[in-house]
């Protein structure tokens, strides 16, 4: 699916521009005019994805937190600020820390398809 989105990035991204600047030429008479490059292209698409995992890595250590704990924080007085900082986040990074590692390996070996 990665070598999909590249591809689909790529040469659908290219149409997509080619498409503006038509626009941006009949509209406004500015001459427009961009070529994607395959290796920044594979670089976006390889970072959209990438961090629609890490997101949902952390999304999950998120949810993973008591709700409990949130609801003690505010009853000592704690700032949203401070309830996050003090109590969730440590408690996140110890559930998205062995996530993140795996995403991180796994987004290695796709930085293979970009070369």
């Known amino acids: 699916p990665d070598l999909v989105m590249m591809l689909l990035f790529y040469y659908g991204g290219q149409v997509a521009v080619n498409m503006l600047s038509d626009y941006i030429w009949e509209t406004y008479e500015i001459d427009f005019f961009f070529q994607f490059d395959p290796f920044i292209s594979g670089v976006v698409t390889i970072g959209l994805i990438f961090g629609a ?26 700032t949203r600020f ?12 110890r559930h998205a820390l062995p996530g993140l590692g795996n995403n991180w390996q796994v987004l290695l070996k796709t930085t293979a398809l970009v070369s």
Not at 54 to 76: K, P, S
Not at 82 to 88: A, E, K, L, V
């Open 53 to 78: 995992y890490m997101t949902e890595t952390f999304r999950g250590a998120f949810l993973a937190v008591e709700t409990g704990q949130i609801e003690a924080a505010r009853a000592y007085g704690f």
């Open 82 to 93: 401070h309830t996050f900082r003090r109590i969730m986040l440590p408690q996140m990074l």
